[in-house]
């Protein structure tokens, strides 16, 4: 991974504490006060054309029902601010789609960025598109504002939904 998380402030400001994965660097672990285990991870993603975007995943690996938990969205929140210290971080997210639950994830991951102190220095873009099953996914770019190709990752951001969004003949 290019751009490195420092676990420590994550840990110093997030609820619930993270720890990271032996088997891989960019994956990290926690656990609620509701016994829900949470993986997140960050990978390169090839999606924009000529950006380093990561794509960020949230796993809850053990599958239990998580309630409204305000601090998972500190959690997370600590976890994607320290990955924006670089001011040409770019966070892709792709809302999982198998339990038809993608549009409320989307909500949910947009509300905490736009309820959030530093919403104010972030980008935040959202589209959906329905593929050839008429399944909407629903994805997201967040940036910093004064991110120095903030024009190019824009363009490209669009670019990217037009293309995807144009059905094949």
């Known amino acids: 991974m290019g751009i490195k998380l420092n676990l420590g402030n994550i840990n110093a400001i997030a609820p619930y504490k993270l720890t990271a994965s032996i088997a891989d660097p960019a994956t990290f672990w926690f656990t609620t006060d509701y016994d829900v285990t949470y993986a997140m991870s960050l990978s390169l993603n090839n999606l924009l054309y000529g950006i380093d975007a990561y794509e960020f995943a949230i796993v809850n690996t053990n599958n239990r029902k998580s309630p409204r938990d305000p601090k998972l969205r500190q959690t997370v929140q600590a976890f994607i601010y320290d990955f ?43 589209s959906s598109i329905c593929d050839d099953e008429d399944v909407a996914n629903y994805f997201g770019l967040i940036t910093r504002n004064d991110n120095p190709n903030l024009p190019k990752i824009l363009t490209e951001f669009g670019e990217t939904v037009l293309l995807f969004s144009e059905k094949p003949e």
């Open 84 to 126: 924006f210290k670089e001011p040409d971080a770019v966070l892709l997210y792709l809302c999982e789609t198998g339990d038809n639950k993608q549009q409320s994830r989307n909500r949910l991951f947009e509300s905490w960025f736009k309820s959030s102190s530093h919403k104010s220095e972030l980008v935040f873009l959202t």
